[in-house]
């Protein structure tokens, strides 16, 4: 509601409890910076991450570019301790000179400091990046590039209390190429992410080992019988739901707008295509989309935004239950947002009224684009 406007009996408190982070496309004028890239090639500048601090989280989402997933309750206890023996023991904790720089906010609008550095400016705005609540206390931001065209490959560990930054630079010869416009999710104390853009399209999928702080390839079975691995793609999002990672939609090597979900078996370590239908064509005309937003609720996904070949999506709500495999456009109520993409959604519970005995209440935030 607006600043002073009372709210209506069981609606959700103003959301102080949501981390937006905006990692630039806007120079400190406030406006846009042109893309000089050729138009098949123009991205959206101005990507947010967005990550729940501080509350309940009712089921895996994606954060925006995908956005990032949340685990589950039991995974998020369990990770909890992991990060906590991280920053002790690891290359978490600022001591590295070589793999790690601990930072802090910068003050006003030029970006993070390095702290050990006299508060010299340690990275510029950076977009194309995925986050991921890893639990109530604790986010970590996956690559992105800078305006000027440079891909980062840190990984940035910021935790609520302390408004800490600690950046990490994994070594090896298995950590995936720097990039943007991928998605990224979490699973089983491991850090998932797929595709993206740099100079070049990316099919392959990395995991980042929690415990071990090292990225590891995954490799996909190609023998596994209906396995088929999708195309290079940027822009797409993806969801957790049970022993499976499920990407829909983005921009493939081919130069073609996507609408298919596939499924990635993680017991399996294999790529299945998933069957959809759309219940009235009419009404859904542009299912295939990218730089969208999506978030899991009870065995479904809502899908909100995005682009496809020659414009902007409309700004229905898009449903794909799991169960049914069928597409729908929900029938909403209220003032919906305009139509837009580079956003970020994510799922969120708000408790109920003090006085009241009504259940928590699910909603799905989208911020910015």
Same mark, same amino acid.
């Given at each position: ?58 089921? !895996? ?17 369990r990770l909890s301790g992991i990060w906590t023996e991280l920053a002790r023991n690891l290359s978490w904790d600022g001591e590295g000179e070589q793999s790690t720089r601990v930072l802090s906010p910068a003050v006003g609008s030029g970006g993070d400091v390095d702290a050990s550095s006299g508060g ?44 800490? +930054?600690?950046?990490?630079? !994994? ?43 090292? +990225? ?17 793609? =940027? ?11 499920y990407i829909f939609g983005g921009y493939d090597q081919h130069g073609f707008c996507c609408d298919a979900i596939y499924r990635f078996s993680f017991p399996l370590s294999a790529w299945f295509p998933v069957p959809a239908t759309i219940r009235d064509r009419e009404e859904l005309q542009h299912l ?70 009504? !259940? ?6 989208? =911020?910015?684009?």
């Amino acid at each position: 509601t607006r600043s002073g406007a009372p709210r209506e009996p069981g609606a959700c408190a103003p959301p102080t409890n949501i981390l937006q982070t905006s990692y630039g496309g806007c120079i400190d004028t406030g406006r846009p910076r042109r893309d000089q890239r050729p138009s098949g090639e123009r991205m959206a500048l101005g990507m947010q991450a967005t990550a729940l601090h501080g509350m309940e989280v009712s089921a !895996p989402t994606n954060v925006r570019r995908g956005g990032g997933g949340l685990t589950s309750s039991t995974d998020r206890q369990r990770l909890s301790g992991i990060w906590t023996e991280l920053a002790r023991n690891l290359s978490w904790d600022g001591e590295g000179e070589q793999s790690t720089r601990v930072l802090s906010p910068a003050v006003g609008s030029g970006g993070d400091v390095d702290a050990s550095s006299g508060g010299r400016r340690a990275y510029a705005r950076v977009y194309g990046h995925t986050s991921v609540a890893i639990d109530e206390h604790k986010m970590i931001v996956i690559g992105g590039s800078t305006i000027d065209g440079r891909f980062l490959p840190q990984l940035f560990l910021y935790t609520f209390k302390s408004k800490q +930054w600690v950046v990490h630079r !994994p070594e090896g010869s298995s950590n995936p190429s720097a990039r943007h416009f991928h998605v990224a999710a979490l699973h089983d104390g491991k850090l998932y992410i797929h595709g993206g853009k740099s100079n070049g399209y990316h099919s392959n999928m990395y995991a980042f080992c929690l415990q071990e702080a090292r +990225w590891e390839r995954v490799q996909a079975d190609t023998c596994a019988a209906e396995s088929v691995i999708p195309d290079a793609r =940027f822009g797409h999002t993806c969801i957790v739901l049970d022993e499976n990672m499920y990407i829909f939609g983005g921009y493939d090597q081919h130069g073609f707008c996507c609408d298919a979900i596939y499924r990635f078996s993680f017991p399996l370590s294999a790529w299945f295509p998933v069957p959809a239908t759309i219940r009235d064509r009419e009404e859904l005309q542009h299912l295939e989309r990218h730089h969208h937003s999506a978030v899991l609720y009870h065995r479904a996904m809502y899908v909100f935004g995005g682009k496809h070949a020659t414009a902007l999506c409309d700004p229905s709500l898009l449903e794909y239950h799991f169960d049914t495999n069928a597409w729908r456009v929900v029938s909403t109520v209220g003032h919906s947002p305009s139509a837009r993409y580079g956003h970020s959604a994510a799922l969120m519970t708000c408790p109920p009224p003090s006085n009241t005995c009504a !259940p928590p209440r699910s909603v799905m935030v989208v =911020f910015g684009g």
